[in-house]
């Protein structure tokens, strides 16, 4: 049971170039999202999705993109990468009946220069 | 608009000494509150939840709603509680399960 799976683990970007950080589980929950960590802001909602077809902005959605077409997948979409967006970022996914808990990748750290 | 706070982000503590990891936080309706916690290595995780009122690896929290706090509470630390902590609020909405709020984080340091 592979739980949430994150790829790639690490990345380095210019400034400018796409990329597209994938997030794939196989608990068949319907809540996914992403996150962004960054020393002394803690863990912030970028998008977030109830379920295949369904997402909406978290508090720092500006700069990603997000689709979902399946249950199981929910890539997050750097458009156009800047300097800002060197975080460490990790997806997560619960499902109603775990009231709360979400269970989280072990993250992709991303440097844009 | 909800806001968790955690005003340390440095803990450091000796082993066997009580420790104690604030978290206030500010929310309109009743509070749904968590700690996570991430070991060096591991993956975030989810430490406990005020509804289930449990107590994990010796760890409690208890919610008080006139504080607004939801302190995580230890009364012998051990250096393997050593990591990072985040204190989390859901979100309002049914649907928002998947949606929390989440602290700065503190980094708790039990030395030996």
């Known amino acids: 049971n592979a739980g949430v799976t994150q790829t790639p683990k690490f990345q380095v970007l210019k400034t400018g170039q796409s990329m597209t950080l994938q997030c794939a589980q196989d608990?068949?929950?319907?809540?996914m999202s992403w996150y962004r960590q960054d020393p002394g802001m803690g863990l912030r909602l970028i998008h977030y999705?109830?379920?295949?077809?369904?997402?909406d902005q978290g508090e720092v959605p500006n700069g990603y993109n997000v689709s979902r077409s399946t249950t199981e997948d929910f890539p997050l979409r750097l458009l156009s990468a800047a300097p800002s967006q060197t975080s460490v970022y990790f997806c997560?996914?619960?499902?109603?009946?775990?009231?709360?808990?979400?269970?989280f990748g072990s993250g992709t750290q991303l440097s844009v220069l | 608009a909800q806001r968790v706070t955690q005003p340390e982000k440095l803990l450091s503590v000796f082993k066997g000494a009580p420790v104690e990891l604030k978290c206030n936080y500010s929310?309109?309706?009743?509070?749904?509150l968590f700690w996570y916690v991430q070991y060096s290595r591991q993956r975030l995780q989810l430490l406990l939840r005020?509804?289930s009122r449990e107590s994990i690896k010796g760890f409690t929290a208890d919610l008080n709603k006139g504080e607004t706090s939801f302190h995580l509470k230890k009364p012998f630390a051990q250096e393997e509680d050593s990591a990072m902590y985040y204190c989390?609020?859901?979100?309002?909405?049914?649907?928002?399960?998947?949606?929390?709020?989440f602290g700065q984080g503190t980094i708790l340091t039990v030395h030996p």
């Open positions: 929310y309109s309706g009743s509070p749904e």
């Open positions: 997560a996914s619960s499902t109603q009946g775990l009231l709360g808990k979400l269970f």
């Open positions: 989390a609020l859901k979100n309002a909405g049914g649907t928002s399960y998947g949606k929390l709020t």
């Open positions: 999705s109830v379920g295949a077809g369904i997402t």
């Open positions: 608990m068949n929950h319907e809540y």
């Open positions: 005020h509804i």
